[in-house]
């Protein structure tokens, strides 16, 4: 059944655009028509193809938008597109040649009207014949589903794209006719989830330097591991029984297209990004209670450091909102001679001169700092090597362990640099996982290397990311395996840190050390991770045996999901947040011009 689906989806958006050629009376405009046609689909089956290689998605509208993303993306999108692609194009070749050199057997005769309305009536019942088999296999496919490859699978790459467009132009009027009485339901649903952040390690850091370092793509299955023998993460797996560190093996990832802006973007606002896009590019407007704002409210100074360019993924734009006093980009760094490598700066020259400018830096300070070496396509110079490749069918996992290794050496020259700086001492050090650097198109060499089948429970496992949490001088290391996300990191901070403007907040995050912490991780695609269950591939599956179970038993969770992240949503969605005072834990009042609802009333 889904393999004839997958046959018939495209069908009937081909013959609606197709079909509007019979309208065409003069012979070389509706030829040129019929190229154009071919062009424009072709290249748009093509450029999902070339996307979801790459990202292991298929592309959205907000995606379009990102255009000043684009010219960095340059040598990992060619890793994606292969000479026999060319062969995609050859039916426009042909299409040309029929239409200049007009073969005999070829003619055209005008349709009736009454051919042209059975035309479009099957074209109609052909798309309604499509989508009832669809609901059927996947009921209520449009309304309840965050899986673009389920809906791509069921009404077709063109049928998504159109509804792509609709769910667009939906959501760019929330925000015009969004009001406060929305926010009245999200605050009942976001403290009804908070839970007491935990007092042994209120304020333990306090007053301490914060820097903090997203691993670019550094997954958890390499922390503690080797490959054909060889260490992979030595310094990281050091830091993992350091009396000072707290390390983290249940911590997963949270972003979803918006990939390391994502991570960012749970950091700071302890929400989750959109489904679709990336909020630093499609909501930088919004109004956000940040971990940044918070910090610079108790007299921090605040900054990010990454050597790239300061308009990648909207940054220059979204980081003045969120409060950040400084973004140290590529003009503020000097890259010598063989000191870039994949999107830019190696990690290990980035290390050493972010140090330099934190030690210009008033303290306290919080620096955040984003690599970059371990990055599709994961290519190393050879002086950079120290590990040899892994020997599976895929060369994105088997030069992955180099560039992960390099990364590694990175966070040790980090910790050697800043005990030689005099800041260690006085600093608390975060470095966390962004993201997956290993998709699933890659579970066959995945398959080899862990030797087991990848399932879709075992790629929901996959989704995990180190966390590390080192504090000199504290004696509260340890291995943690609480379950855990990105979206508490905030609370977990600014908890450490004495920062009790989280009692207010609007955010989905809890402290990580609560004893109340909620042990249930939600993924933005909607899968979730919970102590006995994982939802994932549209199954769920016992957690201790990694088998399929009852789907009865993950119902429950699976609509806690959706209600957090709908929710969640409706925040960014509509910016409700401007709504919100976040000192009192109110609704703001009303402009003078406005009637005062009755729900503004005190929410705490």
């Given amino acids: 059944m889904q393999a004839f689906i997958l046959f018939i989806n495209p069908l009937s958006f081909l013959m609606l655009i197709f079909g509007v050629a ?26 999902n193809m070339a996307f979801y290689r790459f990202f292991n998605d298929f592309i959205t509208l907000p995606i379009l938008f990102q255009t000043s993303n684009f010219g960095d993306l340059g040598g990992s999108a060619m890793e994606t597109i292969y000479w ?4 995609y194009f050859m039916d426009i070749l042909v299409l040309i040649a029929i239409a200049k050199f007009k073969p005999s057997f070829i003619g055209y005769s005008k349709p009736s009207k009454i051919k042209k309305s059975t035309y479009f009536l099957v074209t109609s019942a052909v798309f309604f014949f499509n989508f009832s088999l669809a609901e059927s296999e996947r009921p209520e496919l449009l309304t309840r589903t965050f899986d673009r490859e389920m809906l791509v699978k069921n009404i077709g790459v063109y049928n998504y794209h159109l509804y792509d467009i609709y769910l667009q132009t939906k959501q760019s009027t929330q925000r015009a006719l969004a009001d406060s009485s929305e926010m009245v339901n999200v605050n009942n649903f976001v403290k009804a989830k908070k839970v007491e952040p935990s007092s042994d390690m209120n304020a333990i850091a306090e007053g301490r330097n914060i820097i903090l370092v997203e691993l670019e793509s ?16 030595p310094f990281l797996n050091e830091l993992t029984n350091h009396p000072d560190t707290m390390y983290f093996d249940n911590f997963y990832h949270q972003t979803e297209q918006g990939k390391t802006s994502d991570a960012e973007f749970l950091l700071d606002n302890s929400l989750y990004p959109l489904p679709r896009g990336a909020v630093f590019f499609t909501h930088s407007g919004n109004e956000y209670q940040t971990l940044t704002k918070s910090l610079n409210a108790e007299g921090y100074y605040t900054a990010s450091m990454h050597a790239n360019s300061k308009s990648f993924w909207n940054r220059d734009i979204i980081y003045d909102n969120f409060g950040y006093d400084r973004f140290y980009s590529l003009p503020d760094y000097t890259v010598g001679e063989g000191q870039a490598v994949n999107w830019g700066m190696k ?17 306290p300070f919080f620096s955040k700092l984003i690599t970059l070496t371990n990055h599709h396509p994961f ?29 590694d050496e990175a966070i040790k020259v980090l910790f050697e640099n800043l005990k030689e700086s005099g800041l260690y001492e006085n600093s608390i050090i975060i470095m966390y996982g962004d993201h ?13 290397y862990l030797e087991k089948e990848i399932t879709p429970f075992e790629t929901a496992q996959l989704q995990r990311v180190p966390l590390f949490i080192h504090i000199p001088e504290s004696g509260v290391g340890g291995v943690n395996h609480s379950l855990v996300g990105q979206i508490d990191l905030k609370p977990t901070i600014e908890n450490i840190m004495g920062i009790n403007e989280s009692d207010n907040s609007i955010q989905f995050g809890q402290d990580i050390f609560s004893e109340n912490q909620d042990q249930f991780v939600i993924l933005r695609d909607g899968r979730f991770i919970s102590k006995d269950l994982v939802y994932a591939g549209q199954t769920c599956w016992d957690k201790e045996t990694g088998e399929s179970t009852d789907i009865e038993a993950c119902k429950p969770y699976i609509e806690r999901a959706k209600e ?17 005072d976040l000192k009192s834990g109110n609704l703001k009042e009303p402009k003078s011009s406005e009637p005062k609802l009755e729900e503004n009333i005190n929410l705490k």
Avoid at 220 to 228: L, S
């Fill in 564 to 580: 957090e992240l709908a929710n969640n949503d409706k925040i960014i969605y509509g910016d409700l947040l401007r709504f919100y």
């Fill in 379 to 407: 290519y190393l110079d050879e002086e950079d090597k120290f590990i040899e490749e892994f020997d599976s069918n895929s060369g994105t996992l088997n030069r992955y362990f180099q560039t992960v290794r390099y990364t």
């Fill in 218 to 233: 550094v997954q958890e299955f390499v922390i503690n591991n080797e490959m054909n023998g060889e260490v992979i993460t």
């Fill in 436 to 448: 997956y650097g290993i998709s699933e198109n890659h579970n066959t060499a995945m398959s080899k």
């Fill in 347 to 363: 990690d290990i020259p980035f290390i050493e001169q972010s140090v330099e400018h934190m030690k210009e830096i008033e303290q």
């Fill in 22 to 47: 019979m309208f065409i009376k003069k012979e070389n405009i509706r030829n040129i028509y019929i190229i154009v046609v071919s062009i424009f689909s072709t290249f748009v089956l093509f450029a």
């Fill in 84 to 87: 026999s692609d060319t062969l």
